[in-house]
Nanobody, 127 residues
């Protein structure tokens, strides 16, 4: 079955950086578009970024554009999110997600566009 495991979360000071990883198994990784989402306490899950199966197309939410970079290694079946210039409002649980449609469509930010989810990794940014 499909499994996705995130790692790399932790506590960081404002202005710092973290790199999240998501390793997937049980699927043909490069056939799937991948996304990163986050959910802060009391808030809805927010779509942050999407990358196509080949890795050639990426999309970002306005809230992270220019600070976060999504990438993937289709040999290692791993998705990454490089997060720079972190702010306290970036504090949340971060989730990776996979969808069997290989391209990031116009609604890539919708959680119902993804079939599989990881369990999440926590990020806390202190002021």
């Amino acid at each position: 079955q499909v499994q996705m495991v995130e790692s790399g979360g932790g506590l960081v000071q404002a202005g710092g950086s973290l790199r999240l990883s998501c390793t997937a198994s049980g699927l043909t990784f490069d056939d799937y578009k991948m996304g990163w989402f986050r959910q802060a306490p009391g808030k809805e899950r927010e779509g942050l970024s999407c990358i196509s199966g080949s890795g050639t197309t990426t999309y970002y939410a306005d809230s992270v554009e220019g600070r976060f970079t999504i990438s993937r290694d289709n040999v290692k079946n791993t998705l990454y999110l490089q997060m720079n210039s972190l702010k306290p409002e970036d504090t949340a649980m971060y989730y990776c997600a996979a969808d069997a449609y290989t391209y990031c469509s116009g609604s890539w930010w919708r959680r119902d566009r993804y079939n599989y989810w990881g369990q999440g990794t926590g990020v806390t940014v202190s002021a």
